[in-house]
Nanobody, 123 residues
Framework: QVQLVESGGGLVQAGGSLSLSCAVSGRTSSTYAMGWFRQAPGKERDFVAAITWNGGRTYYTDSVLGRFTISRDAATTTVYLQMSSLKPEDTAVYYC????????????????WGQGTQVTVSS
């Protein structure tokens, strides 16, 4: 079992920045690729960013490319999502997830999920 706990959400004005954290624990948790997904009200949960187990490769959805950065700290087994130049359309509940599957941009590949953290961007 792998446990994921997100933190760092909140309210920010458009153009501002916010950093999310995901504390990862459990057996072999450091071998999991990690992803961030988001779900806006009335919409499906969508892929945002992912990072391989060793941090060697990162993936982003086009709408956040150049604005969001995913990273992981092997020592603390924490995954981060640094968000800048935030837009109102970034408003959503953000979820951290873990997978051993290579298809890290695919939501169905993920086995473990956190409880989510709300990010609200005001215009």
């Amino acid at each position: 079992q792998v446990q994921l706990v997100e933190s760092g959400g909140g309210l920010v004005q458009a153009g501002g920045s916010l950093s999310l954290s995901c504390a990862v624990s459990g057996r072999t948790s450091s071998t999991y690729a990690m992803g961030w997904f988001r779900q806006a009200p009335g919409k499906e949960r969508d892929f945002v960013a992912a990072i391989t187990w060793n941090g060697g490769r990162t993936y982003y959805t086009d709408s956040v490319l150049g604005r969001f950065t995913i990273s992981r700290d092997a020592a603390t087994t924490t995954v981060y999502l640094q968000m800048s130049s935030l837009k109102p359309e970034d408003t959503a509940v953000y979820y951290c997830a873990g997978t051993l599957h290579p298809a890290v941009t695919t939501i169905t590949a993920y086995d473990y999920w956190g409880q989510g953290t709300q990010v609200t961007v005001s215009s």
